[in-house]
DNA sequence: TATCGATTGGAATTATTATTTCATATTCCC
DNA sequence: GGGAATATGAAATAATAATTCCAATCGATA
């Protein structure tokens, strides 16, 4: 039977992903607690790294020895070898992401040369969108595209660092063909724009500390004319957030004094194409 | 001794971190092998959650008695209940890079709620800011910055989708105050504006396909005058590659029919910083 | 420098854990 | 439905690894 091994399989998985696709591959011809050990060490692979084979059959469901077998059909000699695999996963894994991280920060503060710069944001973005990731309010963001769904124009507001954002929201809204209306004016036209608004409308505000005072000020007056607001802002203390409706916290990092705009960017196109997936929803139900 | 442990050890740490600051907080009263270890310990947190006692000791120059009283010292019962801590902190890490990637987008495209949205959006940015970081190409960067951190004038051409980047490069050489024209005129006046850039000026051009027609002419057209452009674009046969002195290949995912800007933006902010210190430098020999 | 306590090394012991074996059950094919 | 091949369960065995023990060494102190 070792025989068998040997030539039927000379090349043994030697890493976790050719391990998946070998094991997706058999599924259906591996006999049934065998394929109750895939399945198992594909959903639990933490499990297989650290436990024991007795504790890791148990929790399968299995006995030891058939999990033993399962490693020897997949050309491990053993299930201390199969296990190898699970370990090394881990190993490998924790160097990837919080250590390269980490990596381009050390190189990033250690400074030599434009390629640290670089880093350096690159560093700051990954950081913001992992941020982001975590910490978004899911019922927010249903609440905000909700919010502006119902909107006959979205007015979209925002100026110095959050300007881009705001550009490429309304460069989405165009796109998806719902009305909106930057408000950027450098002519001083402002007010007036806002004064179209009204409560059947909807803001989307961004400001960051340090707060542009003209942010601030629209903010209020068009919260005033009963406009209902969507703010991204980056904490509860912020001015944004008494005027809104509903506001988002958005910690972005920052590197030589520039903040990332990736997690508000992230944000920003998921409620405008939240909106536009919404309205055509709507649309279909208002048809039928 | 047993004793001692119970009344000089009451809270064994149960975590990572408060194991790592009781060590540390030990350190200097320490036994020269057991500091050994506690050192290895700390540099090698991976070894210690795999390794056997025996394999650990050896790598750590000392023998296995040493560490299992390392072990003890600390308040546990054995080294292998020390190994436990080790081994929780490989589980709760976040998981890997590519995984977390692999479950936003799983997420995305099972398409439930606008969260899923959101996570197509962070998972396309975190992707295209991962392929940056591996394919640029730090000479080209040098060259890139040198150019520009010579010119008179910086000008910044980019439309529709590219242009939130050119807007936020303006915000940013402004508060670098680094001279800089964005050329986005809605009242058609590029032209004339672009009339007045000479050789001692400099051009960061934007553009993906499918490229703005606009945002080509006006490339070629300063580029015929003599003004050496630098472009960020997403191939080499793009149209904008042929009239650029250095050009950067940009490939951004997508998601929802909407590109990510994360990568281009990181290499924005790091050609416009990059352009400020660099002028700072140059500056301050000058004087010298 | 002699002595006591703490520390260390190395082998012996104990424990845990992987693996093998074999009897039994199941499946598949004729 | 009978029989061979395959799969499974459970316990025995082999292996590996953790822990303990004791003698040797080191270091401080009187």
Not at 213 to 218: D, V
């Amino acid at each position: 039977m070792s025989l068998d091994r040997a030539t039927m399989d000379e090349r043994v998985p030697r890493d976790f992903e050719t391990l998946r696709t070998t094991i997706l591959e058999r599924r259906e011809s591996l006999p049934k607690r065998i394929a109750q050990i895939a399945a198992h060490a594909l959903d639990n692979p933490d499990d297989i790294a650290f436990g024991t084979a007795a504790s890791i059959a148990a929790s399968a469901g299995v006995q030891p020895s058939t999990l033993i077998r399962f490693a020897q059909q997949l050309g491990f000699d053993g299930f201390t070898s199969l296990q190898q695999v699970f370990r090394e996963r881990l190993r490998e894994r924790n160097s990837s992401y919080d250590e390269r991280l980490q990596a381009l920060r050390v190189k990033a503060e250690g400074g030599a040369g434009h390629r640290a710069i670089f880093d350096g944001f690159v560093a700051a973005a990954s950081t913001s969108l992992n941020d982001i990731s975590r910490t978004l309010d899911e019922a927010h963001l249903e609440d905000a595209i909700s919010l502006l769904a119902k909107a006959e124009t979205i007015y979209v507001l925002a100026k110095r660092r959050s300007y881009p954002v705001a550009s490429y929201i309304a460069y989405a809204l165009g796109k998806l063909k719902i009305r909106n209306q930057l408000i950027e004016s450098a002519a001083g036209l402002n007010a007036e724009m806002i004064g179209f608004a009204t409560p059947a409308d909807a803001v989307i505000a961004i400001s960051f500390s340090p707060y542009a005072p003209a942010t601030i000020e629209e903010a209020r007056s068009i919260s005033e004319q009963g406009v209902p607001i969507v703010a991204i802002t980056d904490s509860s203390f912020s001015p944004l957030a008494q005027f809104a409706k509903v506001w988002f916290e958005v910690a972005e990092a920052d590197f030589a004094g520039f903040r990332s705009l990736s997690a508000t960017m992230a944000l920003a196109m998921a409620l405008t194409v939240g909106v536009g997936e919404k309205r055509r929803d709507t649309g279909r139900k208002r048809k039928a």
